[in-house]
């Protein structure tokens, strides 16, 4: 049996790289230490397996879905409106 393919390697500066494709989604990042990669690329990889068997989106909130209907809106009066610094929430 060969080795297990976790996706994580040491490249030449001593930073740990998290290089992994995961049901088309590809996971890259870099780290200082083996557990920190590590650590991230579970919780990655459990944010897409719900995303993929639940259907389930991390940090999909009220908000975000309110401010993407307002930039879809045609209206450039609307537009000029919600972007005013003033009016953010």
Request: net charge positive; proline share 1%.
């Amino acid at each position: 049996m060969g080795r297990a393919q976790t996706g994580i390697r040491q490249d030449k500066q001593g930073f740990w790289c998290v290089d992994r494709i995961y049901k088309g989604s590809r996971l890259r990042n870099r780290f200082e230490s083996f557990e920190e990669a590590q650590g991230w690329l579970i919780f990655q990889l459990e944010q897409l397996r719900q995303i993929h068997l639940y259907g389930i989106r991390a940090y999909s909130t009220e908000t975000g879905r309110s401010v993407h209907g307002k930039l879809d809106s045609r209206s450039v009066a609307t537009r000029g409106l919600f972007f005013t610094p003033d009016l953010w929430v």
